[in-house]
Every structure is written in structure tokens, then in C-alpha cells.
């Protein structure tokens, strides 16, 4: 292990031995069902970076539960469900939900009698009708295309232990908001906040979404490498887009695969790019724990922030 001023530097071997769930079991069915579009990961990477990344998050979770019952005693405040927070934030592509659900599923085999919940940013971002309103199509994901002020009161209202908190639904498919439809979200004991805008620092805001984080994580890759699983996502994407017509990609299928593809470098390079050097990128720092990978979403290193 290495050491910095801000962070315990972990590479790969030295992370693997902190793994102490040595009941935990997942298939590779299971696992098929939680990765990502390209994200390759597999049953070794479950039990060398992802359940040791949940036997720190356990140190904190209990120390999180201790000092607030300890307060409530104090305080002689009500018991409420104040929920445990994780923040994931990290570009387009690298591997946030993969991670995520990951998380989600084995935190709940440690608290099998505890409510693990999982959302993303995406529901918070306006519905494309407002985005073109406000001339921002292109901009979609920077910071001026989210809610910030809904995502902002919902933190706060899951924070404080409020009931059913609804959280808008975002389609992939359909590249859009889907209306009328949401995700409901019912005290859960801990709530897993993935999207790439987790850690940012909106200019107009007082308070950010990162306020309510208890821990935060940010999945780095160099930027070539996100490009890469970037544009292999999209032809995953537009392969299994042709048999319906209202798939946001299934425009791609009648047009020749270079200039599909040529497209998508160019919102690469011209979108999400520039939002990850612009404004994802500059909030690692900020993370408790970062994921660094390298080719085929290998990790490589994990960085732990020294509390």
C-alpha cells in the first residue's frame, strides 16, 4: 500500500486481502444480470475489488448508525430513518451502474433485514421537450441540463426520513424522460445515488446533491479508454435497437455502419468529452474512494480518502 497526504493508495493485491465476507456467493447468472452494456467483469473482480469495497463500507455504515442513535439518545429526539447515503459519480460509460448494482446487491446480503435502495441522476435530467426550449439539446448531461433544484429537494427529503419520495423514471431507450412514470423511494436504510453529476458543485446553488453523501466514489479511466467502451456500448446499443421502432437507436440501423459510427465520435468528442474534462473529471479529488481502470475495465487501483 501507498500512502498520500489525502488517500491510502491500494493496488490490486493488497486491496483483494481486505475482503472479509468470506460467506458471500454470487453466479455468473447473477452477475450476467447486474454488469453493464461491455462492462466486463467477472466472479474474481466480484470477490477482489467489489466485496472489499462493501467491508469498508460496512466500518462506516455501523460507525454512521452508532454516532446517530448516540445523538438521538442525547438530542432525546424521535427515532427516525435517516438513511445511509453513497454518492457514485464518475463519465459516461466507465462502469457507475455496474458498480452500483453491485454494491446494492451485496450490502444487502450483509443487512439482510435493512432496505437498499438505487437510483440515478438520469430521472433529474429535464425532459428533452424542456432541453430543446432551452436550446441545450446538445448539452445534454452537462450540469444546466439536470432539475438541480429537484434532485437538491429530494436528497433532502430522503435525508430527513420522508415517505415515498418520488424520483422521475429515465428511458435509455426512448433517450428521454418517460412520463407520468416514477421510482419510488420509501425510507430506505441505505440509498445508493449513482450519475455523473453526483459530485459536481452547481454554480447556482447553495447546497449540493454531495451534501447528503455519508461516502462518495468516483470510476477514473483514461479518457481513450472510456472512448473505446463509450463507442462499443453504442454498437451493442444499435444492434439490439432494430426490432423496435420507438428505440432511440434504432435509427442507426438503416444507415451505414461507418457513418453511424462517425456520429457517435462526434458526441464523443463534442458532448461527453468535454463534460468529462470540463466537469466530471475536475470532482475526483472530491470522492472518499476512487476506481481506477485500465483496458477492458481491468481495476487496476483503488485510493481510499484518509478520514
Same mark, same amino acid.
Not at 466500518?59 to 429526539?77: A, D, G, H, P, W
Not at 452537462?142 to 435525508?159: A, C, N, Q, W
Not at 426520513?161 to 426512448?174: A, L
Not at 444507415?255 to 462517425?262: G, K, L
Given at each position: 500500500m501507498q500512502k498520500s497526504n489525502t488517500f491510502y493508495i491500494f493496488d490490486r493485491e493488497d486491496w483483494k486481502s481486505l475482503n472479509t465476507a468470506e460467506n458471500f456467493s454470487m453466479t455468473d447468472e447473477e452477475l450476467e444480470a447486474l454488469s453493464a452494456l461491455n462492462d466486463n467483469v467477472s466472479l474474481k473482480d466480484v470477490r477482489e475489488i467489489y466485496v472489499p469495497l462493501a467491508s469498508i463500507l460496512?466500518?462506516?455504515?455501523?460507525?454512521?448508525?452508532?454516532?446517530?442513535?448516540?445523538?438521538?439518545?442525547?438530542?432525546?429526539?424521535p427515532q427516525k430513518r435517516a438513511p445511509y447515503i453513497i454518492g457514485i459519480a464518475g463519465s459516461v460509460a466507465v462502469g457507475k451502474s455496474t458498480l452500483a448494482r453491485l454494491l446494492q446487491t451485496i450490502l444487502a446480503q450483509y443487512y439482510k433485514d435493512q432496505q437498499v435502495d438505487l437510483i440515478t441522476t438520469d430521472g433529474f435530467l429535464y425532459p428533452n421537450e424542456i432541453l430543446e426550449e432551452k436550446g441545450i439539446?446538445?448539452?445534454? =448531461? +452537462?450540469?444546466?441540463?439536470?432539475? #438541480?433544484?429537484?434532485?437538491?429537494?429530494? #436528497?433532502?427529503?430522503? /435525508?430527513? =426520513? /420522508?415517505?415515498? %419520495?418520488?424520483?422521475? /423514471?429515465?428511458?435509455?431507450?426512448?433517450y428521454d424522460i418517460v412520463p407520468g412514470q416514477f421510482q419510488m423511494i420509501d425510507q430506505p436504510d441505505i440509498l445508493i445515488v449513482e450519475g455523473i453529476n453526483t459530485l459536481q458543485l452547481p454554480?447556482?446553488?447553495?447546497?449540493?446533491? &454531495?451534501?447528503? +453523501?455519508? +461516502?462518495?466514489?468516483y470510476v477514473d479511466a483514461e479518457p481513450e479508454n472510456v472512448e473505446k467502451w463509450y463507442l462499443q456500448r453504442f454498437g451493442i446499443l444499435v444492434d439490439t435497437a432494430f426490432k423496435d421502432p420507438t428505440n432511440y437507436y434504432n435509427? +442507426?440501423?438503416?444507415?451505414?455502419? %461507418?457513418?453511424?459510427?462517425?456520429?457517435?465520435? &462526434?458526441?464523443? /468528442?463534442?458532448?461527453?468529452?468535454?463534460?468529462?474534462?470540463?466537469?466530471?473529471?475536475?470532482?475526483r479529488f472530491r470522492a472518499d474512494a476512487i476506481i481506477h481502470k485500465t483496458t477492458d475495465h481491468y481495476i487496476d487501483q483503488i485510493l481510499l480518502r484518509k478520514h
Open positions: 460496512d466500518v462506516f455504515i455501523k460507525s454512521y448508525n452508532k454516532e446517530q442513535e448516540q445523538l438521538r439518545k442525547l438530542l432525546n429526539t439539446m446538445n448539452r445534454k =448531461g +452537462f450540469p444546466e441540463s439536470y432539475d #438541480m433544484h429537484r434532485l437538491i429537494t429530494f #436528497m433532502g427529503d430522503v /435525508k430527513s =426520513g /420522508k415517505v415515498k %419520495v418520488q424520483v422521475p /423514471k429515465y428511458s435509455h431507450n426512448i454554480a447556482n446553488e447553495k447546497i449540493y446533491a &454531495s451534501d447528503f +453523501f455519508d +461516502f462518495s466514489f435509427r +442507426f440501423t438503416d444507415i451505414d455502419r %461507418v457513418e453511424a459510427f462517425d456520429f457517435a465520435q &462526434s458526441v464523443w /468528442k463534442e458532448v461527453n468529452l468535454r463534460n468529462l474534462v470540463d466537469y466530471i473529471l475536475p470532482t
